[in-house]
């Protein structure tokens, strides 16, 4: 049985050639969300997220990129300002 969720990932993109690429699979969406929020704050390069075995349209792969950047951003800002998540969402808005 296919996991509901894939993503594929590798190294950043460098002027060697790169390494195969790795999949990351689970069944929860927000688990999904998570990792890409995590393979953004490591610089990874993604190269496909699937569901259920097909590649997502291109405007869903974005919105799920950009909630993973929103929160990655909003827990820098707290970090870095001292902020609590509810501070940051009604001064940066944010926090997801």
Request: charged share 25%; with cysteine.
């Amino acid at each position: 049985m296919l996991a509901n969720y894939a993503v594929e990932y590798g190294a950043p993109h460098r002027q060697h050639p790169a390494p195969p690429p790795e999949v990351y699979y689970t069944d929860d969406p927000l688990a999904c969300e998570a990792f890409v929020e995590e393979a953004l704050d490591r610089g990874l390069s993604l190269r496909e997220i699937r569901h259920q075995g097909v590649a997502l349209p291109q405007s869903e792969f974005d919105r799920i990129v950009k909630v993973a950047a929103r929160s990655l951003v909003a827990k820098r800002i707290c970090a870095c300002l001292g902020l609590k998540p509810d501070e940051e969402r009604y001064r940066f808005g944010f926090a997801t």
